[in-house]
């Protein structure tokens, strides 16, 4: 059974931190590309970073570049997105996701939803004054 569950979503306040976490059971993260999502009400989803298999690589959407940081822990099959400077556009519901690698030799991820095969269940951001 392959699961994803994230946490540590929270209500916080504008230019806060939060640090979400997404767990892997039933395998293990290390040859899947990692992708966090995140989806406001009525909006459409998109696509906000990625690690490559084995952390090889990250990917940022402009919006949050210099801001979010997304990592691996290998020994707790866990994928974090630390969010610093956050703004009340952050405000959403936060997915993580994984892709197989389909070729070992390009260590490259995308942040595209088709690309991923599994998600998660979400966790609330919630960023306001």
């Known amino acids: 059974q392959l699961q994803l569950v994230e946490s540590g979503g929270d209500l916080v306040q504008p230019g806060g931190s939060l640090r979400l976490s997404c767990a892997a059971s039933?395998?293990?993260?290390?040859?899947?590309?990692i992708g966090w999502f995140r989806q406001a009400p009525g909006k459409e989803r998109e696509g906000v970073s990625c690690?490559?298999?084995?952390?090889?690589?990250?990917n940022y959407a402009d919006s949050v570049k210099g801001r979010f940081t997304i990592s691996r822990d290998n020994a707790k099959n866990t994928v974090y997105l630390q969010m610093n400077s956050l703004k009340p556009d952050d405000t959403a519901v936060y997915y993580c996701?994984?892709?197989?690698?389909?070729?070992?030799?390009?260590?490259?991820?995308?942040?595209?939803?088709?690309?991923?095969?599994?998600w998660g269940q979400g966790t609330q951001v919630t960023v306001s004054s």
């Open positions: 690690i490559s298999s084995f952390g090889r690589s990250t």
């Open positions: 996701a994984a892709a197989p690698t389909r070729d070992i030799t390009v260590p490259m991820c995308v942040i595209t939803s088709d690309e991923y095969d599994y």
């Open positions: 039933g395998f293990t993260l290390d040859p899947y590309h």
